[in-house]
């Protein structure tokens, strides 16, 4: 993919990363230390399909040492606008077959249509609304993050549309009046400082995880690393973290994440990728979950009864 190190929506599938055009790396700052032992500063953004990738990575990670981990979600303003024109992307059409390529990469259910059919000319106001989100629940803003990815990369839906972003926060409990209030309000200030931040620890593509323990000692992971590299990085940091045992139950797993991928459910229960899917489908036959299919893979979610 030629030059695609000037475009934020070309992502390198070598390095695992959304990369920001343009952009000069500045120092690393220190990051203040609370609650827990390690805390992690993500950069990451709606839109970014290498974050997507990294899901199941971090949805491990929060089950086996989310007691240790005080995961701090940050916006990076991955897509500002279309007012660039570099290494092959000018208009989002040309996006399509790139989220099509990255979806086989990680395994993880993308329909890169959404460029034909119903193109995003931002992803300025999806990061606001998580912002705004955040100013609510931090908790539920991470669910609201996860629907909105799931109604841009599976359902095919513009998320810069304040229809859709009312509905994915009514989904996951938000009060959708005051998430429109400061959406308008707050929010764009909070999303203002992430960029700064951003600009200021030298965040050049997405997703950017910093690692700092209660010495202040750092470690930075760039791009989508397999399971083992986030793993080790928090044990180098917190050497006495204990790994807590995932309950590999399907009922558990779907009450600890209510839609999961064949790719999540494989690295959650340790089952065999093409054995995941099984599971998955037979469970759906049973009417225990619902299947929601994608041209390139689909994701499944707990039928309450």
């Avoid at 993880?108 to 955040?134: F, T």
């Avoid at 998955?280 to 009417?287: E, K, N, V």
Wanted: hydrophobic share 35%; glycine share 6%.
């Amino acid at each position: 993919m030629e030059n695609q190190s000037n475009n934020p929506l070309l992502c390198d599938l070598e390095t695992g990363q959304c990369l920001i055009p343009d952009t000069v790396a500045g120092n690393e700052t220190g990051i203040a230390v609370t609650k827990k032992a390690v805390k992690v500063v993500y950069y990451t953004d709606p839109i970014c399909s290498s974050c997507w990738g990294i899901e199941p990575q971090l949805r491990k990670l929060k089950l086996e040492y989310g007691q240790d981990l005080d995961i701090e979600y940050r916006m990076g303003g991955l897509l500002p606008d279309w007012s660039y024109n570099s290494g092959g992307i000018s208009k989002p059409s040309d996006v399509a077959s790139h989220w099509d390529e990255v979806s086989l990469h990680y395994d993880m259910p993308i329909d890169g249509d959404v460029w034909l059919e119903n193109p995003l000319a931002s992803s300025y106001p999806p990061s606001i609304a998580v912002k705004a989100a955040q100013l609510q629940s931090p908790e539920k803003a991470v669910r609201f993050l996860r629907r909105i990815r799931e109604l841009v990369f599976l359902e095919k839906k513009n998320i810069t549309n304040w229809t859709y972003l009312a509905e994915a926060a009514q989904a996951v409990g938000l009060d959708v009046d005051q998430l429109k209030q400061d959406y308008e309000g707050d929010a764009k200030a909070r999303f203002a400082d992430d960029l700064e931040l951003g600009r200021q620890l030298g965040v050049r593509g997405f997703p950017t995880m910093f690692f700092v323990n209660e010495l202040g000692q750092q470690e930075t992971v760039y791009g989508v690393k397999p399971y083992s590299v986030y793993e080790n990085v928090v044990l180098k940091l917190n050497p006495s973290a204990r790994k807590k045992p995932i309950d590999t139950n399907w009922q558990s797993l779907f009450s600890a994440y209510s839609s999961l991928t064949a790719r999540e459910f494989a690295e959650l229960s340790g089952l065999p990728r093409p054995d995941s899917e099984s599971r998955l489908r037979q469970l759906t036959r049973q009417g225990q979950l619902t299947q929601f299919d994608t041209k390139n893979g689909s994701v499944w979610t707990y039928n309450a009864h």
